[in-house]
């Protein structure tokens, strides 16, 4: 196993620890917690209403480990095709030798090409439906328990993301007209 992959899983490692570290603390909080092995009186769907935000944090990591293990695959497929070519006596070629030296930069070279074609107009939907969906919490609040400014704020913050990602992908745009990639 490489070095990144080894610090890719520890990374997700600590972060599922921390996710069921702040579960159990919020169910012992909302429990009570005064017995150790008690059961909460709530159901699967109580549970999923409240702590449903614990899914990005959890697919975020999950999406990293198969990077990483993607990431090893591709470099161990290179490390053999290395190996034939020096069991043939011949030269590898420079483009998998750069490969296997910086794989990281080779990647991102190959999706700087795409640019914001890459993703197209997935961040600014997004950001901009969650900004219409705060919005919306913010007038017809869910739950009583919220602060009246946080629906608002974070509104507010996704609608500046939404308007950070059209204005970055339309500058790319713009410069890469003005310089076409070669």
Not at 29 to 50: C, I, K, Y
């Amino acid at each position: 196993m490489s070095k990144t992959m080894r610090a890719g899983a520890g990374g997700v490692t600590l972060v599922l620890t921390a996710l069921l570290a702040m579960t159990g603390a919020a169910l012992a909080q909302q429990t009570g917690g005064s017995e150790m092995g008690a059961v909460p009186p709530h159901d699967f769907w109580w549970l999923f209403n409240r702590y449903w935000w614990l899914l990005f944090p959890l697919g975020w990591a999950i999406g990293q480990l198969v990077k990483n293990i993607l990431r090893h695959k591709r470099a161990q497929a290179a490390l053999e095709v290395l190996q034939s070519y020096a069991a043939q006596g011949k030269e590898p070629p420079a483009e998998l030798v750069a490969v296997l030296r910086q794989p990281e930069q080779v990647e991102a070279r190959r999706n700087r090409i795409g640019g914001y074609r890459h993703y197209g107009w997935v961040p600014v939907f997004l950001f901009g439906a969650l900004a219409c969906g705060f919005a919306l919490m913010a007038v017809f609040p869910p739950d009583k328990g919220i602060p009246v400014a946080v629906m608002p704020f974070v509104a507010l913050l996704m609608a500046g993301l939404c308007i950070g990602n059209l204005v970055a992908m339309k500058a790319q745009q713009k410069d890469q007209e003005r310089n076409p990639p070669q």
